[in-house]
């Protein structure tokens, strides 16, 4: 473990005494460190609100000076209980543990506070940066993850190394919260949430126009790779849950009703059903490789405290495509998607991604066998197309190895997006078929992908990417026609006519309201082009042109500034 990593777990301990100090009755829940950071979850005797995060940073900051040492110690069973007598979320911990085995419990003392750890700490408080650290929000988290359980509150910390770290990584905060999805989305009209549906995004006009022109440069992209397009139902039976493993690692997060006496499930994933379409007939040799896609409509439980605007919903669209093909044509098919899923990234501006490939998982179904040629197949694909990856021990699909793509958007976030997942163990519960060139019948190979994930957190990563500032092609609003008065309404009207016909989205605002006005909430709203048109402009049968980035260009022939964003449009600009 790293230093800093260290510095943030100890840093966890801190906050944790510092709340002990400040309100006595607490009780602890856990607290780790995590990405940049450190959190902490408490049972408090009372709420707080993020105003109390000073007084908490002061506190922490005080302790801190009293170089306050880390002293790690092991006690049975009974000694555990008895120390953390008060704490019942430690006992609880304190009970797993013991189921264990004999072995000792770990505990670490940190001046008056003790906490349930294994470690690793730092010796004393001497080794906090003074200045690297800051308490940032609070947040409500479900002991252990699980509605069932109690709600705690949950404070969140960063921490790093150096002020200018800290600092530097305030600001990127900062910019984020600017580009926030949610408010962008609201501002622009482009999508909401209803109190009484947590999780299930209602999309508006604009949004639609949104998803519409993604999905058109994702569907052309598709037919040219030979895709072919299928759809499933959205419910399917408990028993074909069973038969593809997801009843065993998936059904918590499954929503299930009734029909005639039998058990349905809302499908969490598109692949059982695109097996049975396989399944229908024979396939040859000659037919593969197959491959289905669906953008079907998927559905999840997620807990209400994990729900995150567009990123964390309950149900979205899955990009799923699923491959099924030879053994000897598995190379071409995974480096194919590859070339794919890269070109689409660089079509929406995302210059920099990273690949990982995720092993075997703890919970897993197939052999040792089927994982350990997959693994070595998709390992033997990165090394001959030269990518740089990384190996994500443990964490592939419980079904099969895969490839995962992180792409960077402007400000540096990492997002992981397309996955590519190997496959030898579902076409066997399947018992999926195809007759060789020589007659004798053989199993094919399934390639699980996505390209975008979940549609819906792929566009609100798009909307922080682009904080809202859409390119051209894009862009819900691509131009407005602003007339100075009332008499130039009927020219503005014949313009927006001429673009519509060039399959341009416009809108002339013929509000009773300032020019000025007008252009400032165009500026808001972030449209690519606004088209000031008066008494100049109608004699010379041009447009007044201000563009989203660049400010006034002058006027334009109507028929030149036409071809002007047909360019844009068609290089994606």
Partial sequence: ?????????????????????????????????????????????????????PRIEKKMRELIRENIEF?????????????????????????????????????????????????????????????????????????RGSEKNPMLTRIYGVAFSTKKELEDYLKLQEEAEKRDHRKIGRDQDLFSFYEEAPGFPFWHPKGMILRESLMSLYDNLHKEAGYISVSTPILLPEKLWHQSGHWDNY?????????????????????????????????SYRDLPLRFAETGEVHRHEPSGTLHGLFRVRAFRQDDAHIFCREDQIEKEVKDIIKLALKFYKLLSFKEVNIELSTRPEKSIGTDEMWEKAESV??????????????????????????????????????????????????????????????????????????????????????????????????????????????????????????TLAALRVEVKKENQTVGKKIREGEIQKVPYLLVVGDKEVKTKSVSVRQRGKGDLGQIKLSKFIEKVKIEIEKKK
């Fill in 1 to 53: 473990m790293e230093k800093i990593e260290v510095i943030r777990h100890s840093l966890a301990h801190i906050l944790a005494y510092a709340v002990q100090d400040l309100w006595p009755a607490t009780k602890f829940g856990i607290g780790p460190s995590i990405e940049n950071g450190f959190y902490y979850d408490f049972g408090l005797p009372s709420p707080i609100s993020e105003n109390d995060l």
């Fill in 71 to 143: 002293n790690k110690k092991n006690v049975g069973r009974d000694e555990a209980n008895k120390l953390f007598t008060n704490q019942p979320y430690k006992l609880e911990l304190i009970k797993d543990l013991s189921e264990d085995g004999p072995r000792p419990i770990s505990t670490y003392e940190s001046g008056k506070f003790v906490d349930l750890c294994a470690g690793p700490h730092i010796t004393s408080s001497k080794e906090i940066p003074a200045d690297g650290f800051k308490l940032t929000k609070l947040a409500g988290a479900y002991w």
């Fill in 251 to 283: 059904k918590d997060n499954m929503y299930f009703t009734e029909i005639e006496g039998k058990t349905f499930a809302i499908k969490p994933m598109n692949c059982p059903g695109v097996s049975i379409i396989y399944k229908t007939r024979l396939r």
């Fill in 378 to 499: 998709l390992k033997k694909i990165l090394n001959s197309l030269k990518l740089k990856f990384k190996i994500n021990e443990g964490d592939g699909a419980f079904y099969g190895p895969k490839i995962d793509f992180h792409i960077k958007d402007s400000i540096g976030r990492s997002w992981q997006c397309a996955t590519i997942q190997l496959d030898f163990s579902m076409p066997e519960r399947f018992d999926l078929k195809y007759a060789d060139k020589d007659g004798s019948i053989k199993r094919p190979v399934m390639i699980h992908r996505t390209i975008l994930g979940s549609i819906q957190r792929f566009i609100g990563i798009l909307i922080e990417h682009h904080g809202g500032a859409f390119p051209l092609w894009l862009s819900p609003e691509q131009i407005w026609i602003i007339p100075i008065t009332d008499r130039h309404i009927k020219y503005a009207k014949k313009i927006g006519e001429e673009l």
